[in-house]
């Protein structure tokens, strides 16, 4: 479950995702989660800028959680429908990367 989910409070969520030590995770899909988790919570806060530069360390750390899963596929057109001016072209630019459309 999604940490923004779970807690129903995307600022919460996001403060509790800085607490977590990503390098003490073994298993690059597990980090690659918590950063997705973490994406979403910016997206709901509106932080779209964050959410974009988080989703993109996910996908630095475990390409294939960003390929192959829908749900992520979903955030990524979730920040493209959402994005304002000041990043709208970087996220059409890093959806199209992923053959993900709006």
Known sequence: ????LS???AGTAIENARRIDI????INERKATVLLDTSRAFLAW????RALYILRAAGDIAPE???SRPATHRLVRDILA?????IRREAREYAESLGVSA
């Not at 509106?46 to 800028?49: A, E, I, N, S």
């Not at 959402?82 to 000041?86: E, K």
């Open 1 to 4: 479950m999604s940490i923004a």
């Open 7 to 9: 807690l129903g409070d």
């Open 23 to 26: 390098n003490a995770l073994p």
């Open 46 to 49: 509106g932080k779209h800028d």
């Open 65 to 67: 959680e960003i390929t």
């Open 82 to 86: 959402t994005a304002p001016i000041s």
